[in-house]
């Protein structure tokens, strides 16, 4: 009597082993393929035109991975993991995405020829760590004895790849500035650059370069009333985030009234209300006041008469960042333990100076010489919506590198001079081991050079003999002492040659690297591991019984 192996009553599809595997890898690769034209100084643009027709003209991998609406699971995870490279180191993102793909491609290839995932999987995680401490040990380079000028560069080769890469020195210069100027030391003695500080403001009009740095966080919106005064100083500014307006009702309240009289003093009363609160307010002198809601304009002749500026409907965001520059607190409502409605002084923010500018064809109110932490606003100018919207991303990337170069004050040479390094290293290192872990090494280390290879292709120049050129050049540095200056040798992607790109002021802040390596190894090892994938069919029966 045979025994049939029952299959177990999914309901539902179920592929398992090699097909889920090859199927994930093409799904990534298909993923990185969008994104790896768009690496390196001479990287092209992607125009994205979502379902309502607004288009988003971009060169940011975080940006386009984003706004592709990717269906397949495995190919998910890429895009989560361009955000997770996004929110740590803030730029990188297309290179994580074009190693984590090619790991996976090289991994696959292996398990086809009979090595085991996990085999494969420990091979990677150690190459990770030996590549990580490769870093840390050979290849930074400490910026403390270097100033300012590493700083601008490190912004340039962020920005080299974007659309403002032309004025690449304006605004390099302009990014060191703004993040400079928030340095802040917190409670543990640590110095901070909260780049959050930084407002970026966009206004239509006149060219890229007329982009300048204010001194001053920058509201988008102007006074509430003409009658204002377009400036106040010193300012005590009350952050609020309720309505100045007529109080009115609540719902389902009744009100029975038997004397039309009546009427007219509850009428009166609920503006008294709103003029009692606004009273509380100057009381406790306040003479700038935020609010996330309304103010109605029978308030507003309150504020005009004491001189005070109000600003009516500024952004959560920026009020929460107002509130932390001026050591101010948000307040939501007035009403106290007691239940009376009383405003405490001590939730007054304080700045030197608020004033009302006007730039372009906006209003902006500027809050000047703020208690706590400074805080700077970039009022960017370009010609039309797409380059001003592409203009932040490249400032938010070269902002975010800016920081990480200060806070951990090491670099690297970029122009795939690590990639490079790390691929000779590991080499070597695979032929040192008697494992099975050799290959998976010897795989890694291969699949590093995705990124000078992709840099040259798209550059336009001969791949195949740079990245050979390369290669022996770093081979050189790590055998013979005396040539240990050749392991920042990088690609010139402008005339096709290779070059010391540390000289050159091709830097990168190492941490970028370190966390461009974990992250990609990270994420081919979680779709390496699967091996099986079921599709739940819905239960269309439910609710029978």
């Not at 304009?297 to 009020?319: C, S």
Request: glycine letters at 6%; hydrophobic letters at 40%; proline letters at 2%.
């Amino acid at each position: 009597m045979s025994i049939s192996a029952q299959n177990p009553d999914i309901s539902g599809d179920r592929q398992s082993g090699q097909d889920v595997r090859t199927q994930n890898v093409m799904a990534c690769q298909a993923v990185a393929n969008i994104v790896k034209t768009s690496l390196g100084p001479v990287g092209l643009d992607k125009m994205l035109v979502d379902d309502i027709g607004d288009v988003t003209i971009t060169n940011d991998g975080a940006t386009i991975l984003r706004m592709l609406e990717v269906e397949h699971p495995a190919a998910k995870v890429l895009v989560e993991l361009a955000e997770l490279q996004d929110r740590e180191v803030g730029d990188g993102t297309t290179s994580v995405v074009i190693v984590a793909a090619e790991l996976l491609k090289r991994a696959n290839d292996l398990v086809r020829n009979k090595i085991h995932p996990t085999s494969i999987i420990s091979g990677y995680r150690l190459a990770m760590r030996e590549a990580c401490k490769y870093i840390d040990d050979k290849l930074v380079t400490k910026v403390e004895k270097l100033g300012k000028v590493p700083l601008v560069n490190c912004a340039k080769t962020s920005m080299s790849s974007k659309l403002i890469s032309g004025d690449s020195d304006f605004f390099a210069n302009l990014v060191v500035d703004a993040v400079l100027s928030v340095k802040m030391t917190n409670q543990r003695g640590e110095i901070k650059y909260p780049i959050k500080g930084i407002n970026i403001l966009k206004a239509h009009g006149q060219s890229a370069r007329d982009s300048y740095l204010l001194n001053g966080y920058a509201l988008n919106t102007g006074r509430a009333a003409q009658g204002m005064p377009l400036r106040v100083s010193p300012a005590k500014i009350a952050c609020l985030d309720f309505n100045l307006q007529k109080t009115k009702m609540q719902l389902g309240v009744q009100v029975v009234v038997n004397d039309p009289r009546e009427l007219e003093k509850i009428r009166q009363r609920e503006a008294d209300m709103t003029k009692e609160r606004i009273e509380k307010l100057l009381k406790a002198g306040a003479n700038v006041i935020l609010t996330t809601k309304g103010i109605d304009d029978m308030a507003l002749k309150y504020f005009v008469e004491a001189g005070a500026i109000a600003v009516r409907r500024v952004r959560k965001e920026d009020m929460r960042h107002v509130a932390k520059a001026t050591g101010a607190t948000l307040v939501t409502t007035f009403a106290d333990m007691e239940g009376e409605e009383t405003f405490d002084p001590a939730h007054l923010g304080t700045a030197d100076e608020v004033v009302e500018e006007r730039i372009a064809d906006d209003d902006v109110i500027l809050i000047k010489g703020t208690k706590t932490s400074s805080a700077v606003s970039l009022i960017l100018r370009g010609a039309n919506d797409y380059m001003l919207d592409e203009m932040e991303r490249a400032l938010h990337d070269a902002l975010c590198i800016v920081k990480r170069t200060l806070e951990s004050n090491t670099v690297v040479a970029g122009g795939g001079a690590v990639e490079s390094a790390l691929s000779v290293y590991l080499e070597h290192l695979a032929t040192t081991l008697g494992s099975r872990e050799q290959l998976a090494i010897a795989e890694f280390a291969d699949a590093l050079l995705i990124i000078p290879k992709v840099l040259a292709v798209n550059a336009a120049k001969d791949a195949t003999e740079l990245v050979a050129k390369l290669r022996a050049y770093h081979h050189t540095a790590q055998t013979k002492a005396d040539k240990k200056h050749y392991s920042s040798m990088g690609l010139d992607l402008v005339n096709g040659t290779i070059r010391n790109n540390l000289e050159a002021g091709v830097i990168e802040p190492a941490m970028s690297k370190v966390k461009i390596i974990q992250f990609a190894t990270e994420a081919a090892i979680t779709i390496l591991r699967i091996d099986d994938m079921i599709k739940l069919v819905k239960d269309e029966s439910g609710g029978d019984e």
